[in-house]
T-cell receptor
Framework: DTGVSQDPRHKITKRGQNVTFRCDPISEHNRLYWYRQTLGQGPEFLTYFQNEAQLEKSRLLSDRFSAERPKGSFSTLEIQRTEQGDSAMYLC?????????????FGPGTRLTVL | DQQVKQNSPSLSVQEGRISILNCDYTNSMFDYFLWYKKYPAEGPTFLISISSIKDKNEDGRFTVFLNKSAKHLSLHIVPSQPGDSAVYFCAATPGGGNKLTFGTGTQLKVEL
């Protein structure tokens, strides 16, 4: 399978705990995006990387959130001191700059439930 | 500030008929528009896109129409099939690898 993969698919945690999600993009894609989706809404942009550089962060990304893409391949999204309002589907997407394409290809998402 | 709007939360059509999903946007900086389909417990799947220099793009059963002056686009699915039942999201971007701004989605149900 050469699509975008995310791990874990589901995460249940208690309020105040830290969680980390991983995304593996399509191998030749140099751009990687994180989005968050809540019930009844479309995905909302969080941040994006071109190779290992984090180029844009949404104001939705509070200081409890941090994302990395250390070697320009996989990425991690960490949420510290989780709150119930963090419960959502976290989606990762990738795209290729070199092909000039605008389409972003999404992974299956990680569903986070904060109790 | 909802820059991309899908005003119909749901749509029901009969198998074989045409499905028309609508989307409006407010940001004049958007240059590319995309449609995604989403099944429950899966990520969005890219369907079709259109550049602002075009007014129509077709791919098999899917056609997207863009009316730039009205800031409106629509997705036509002909003929509709039961497997098309899903949530459809309209998205827009200024292009160049920028973020996508999504609408709230339309739940399409294709009935036998």
């Amino acid at each position: 399978d050469t699509g975008v993969s995310q791990d874990p698919r589901h995460k249940i945690t208690k309020r105040g705990q830290n969680v980390t999600f991983r995304c593996d993009p399509i191998s030749e894609h140099n751009r990687l995006y994180w989005y968050r989706q809540t019930l009844g809404q479309g995905p909302e942009f969080l941040t994006y990387f071109q190779n290992e550089a984090q180029l844009e962060k949404s104001r939705l990304l509070s200081d409890r959130f941090s994302a990395e893409r250390p070697k320009g391949s996989f990425s991690t999204l960490e949420i510290q001191r989780t709150e119930q309002g963090d419960s959502a589907m976290y989606l990762c997407a990738s795209s290729s700059q070199s092909q000039g394409a605008i389409e972003q290809f999404f992974g299956p998402g990680t569903r986070l439930t904060v109790l | 500030d909802q820059q991309v709007k899908q005003n119909s939360p749901s749509l029901s059509v009969q198998e074989g008929r045409i499905s028309i999903l609508n989307c409006d946007y407010t940001n004049s900086m958007f240059d590319y528009f995309l449609w995604y389909k989403k099944y429950p417990a899966e990520g969005p799947t890219f369907l079709i896109s259109i550049s602002s220099i075009k007014d129509k793009n077709e791919d098999g059963r899917f056609t997207v129409f863009l009316n730039k002056s009205a800031k409106h686009l629509s997705l036509h699915i002909v003929p509709s099939q039961p497997g098309d039942s899903a949530v459809y999201f309209c998205a827009a971007t200024p292009g160049g690898g920028n973020k996508l701004t999504f609408g709230t989605g339309t739940q399409l149900k294709v009935e036998l």
